[in-house]
């Protein structure tokens, strides 16, 4: 059971270039989140899925996509890359009973 | 939006002291979580407490919804409870259970 995994743990951009960020998680969990963590401040809540095939923003959507495409999976796109989303990215996942949410191990994105 | 206050901002500590931080949040909350963020940034729940209290070991976390605060305590403490200390609050634990962050408190535990 390997809980929440995150591909990859570290990736260095260049400004303009794409990436996708996988989530995955072997819990069942209805929800799935992806967060941002810069430095000095708390996480903060980019895009979330409440199920397969649905996706909603948070509160600091712009420049991300994502997809919901299996329930075990959670994709955050970056189409073109800015400096500003230099950032360590958390996903989570939480079930549709209780509300309590568990984190992946982050990925620490660099745009240069 | 909802907002989450931590306090205090940092905290230094010598090995085998207690200490309590603090989360005040402006609404009223279905979900609320504590979490350790260590040096090497992982995020570790500690507990889940929208209401009540909940002891593990030599951490403790005591709710109270009706006036809008958390409390953990932290017994007897070591240095491997160094790193950041996160409270996180949602209006729901449902579809909207999406959690809004403090600033995180900076613990220092010192041999």
């Known amino acids: 059971n390997a809980g929440v995994t995150q591909t990859p743990k570290f990736r260095v951009l260049k400004t303009g270039q794409s990436m996708t960020l996988l989530c995955a998680q072997d819990?069942?969990?209805?929800?799935m989140y992806w967060y941002r963590q810069d430095p000095g401040m708390g996480l903060r809540l980019i895009h979330y899925?409440?199920?397969?095939?649905?996706?909603a923003k948070g509160e600091v959507p712009d420049g991300y996509n994502v997809s919901r495409l299996k329930k075990q999976n959670f994709l955050l796109g970056l189409e073109s890359a800015a400096p500003s989303q230099t950032s360590v990215y958390f996903c989570?996942?939480?079930?549709?009973?209780?509300?309590?949410?568990?984190f992946g191990p982050g990925t620490r994105l660099t745009v240069l | 939006g909802i907002q989450v206050e931590q306090s205090p901002p940092d905290l230094i500590l010598q090995e085998g002291a207690n200490s309590t931080l603090r989360c005040n949040f402006s609404d009223s909350v279905n979900n609320l979580q504590w979490f350790h963020q260590n040096p090497w940034g992982q995020l570790i729940n500690l507990f889940y407490i929208p209401s009540g209290t909940k002891q593990n070991g030599r951490l403790s976390a005591t709710t109270v919804a009706t006036e809008r605060y958390s409390l953990l305590y932290i017994s007897s403490s070591q240095t491997t409870d160094s790193g950041v200390y996160f409270c996180a609050v949602g209006l729901s634990t449902g579809a909207n259970s999406k959690l809004t962050f403090g600033k995180g408190i900076t613990l220092s535990v010192r041999p």
């Open positions: 989570a996942s939480s079930s549709r009973e209780v509300g309590e949410q568990f």
């Open positions: 819990m069942n969990h209805e929800y």
């Open positions: 899925s409440v199920g397969e095939g649905t996706t």
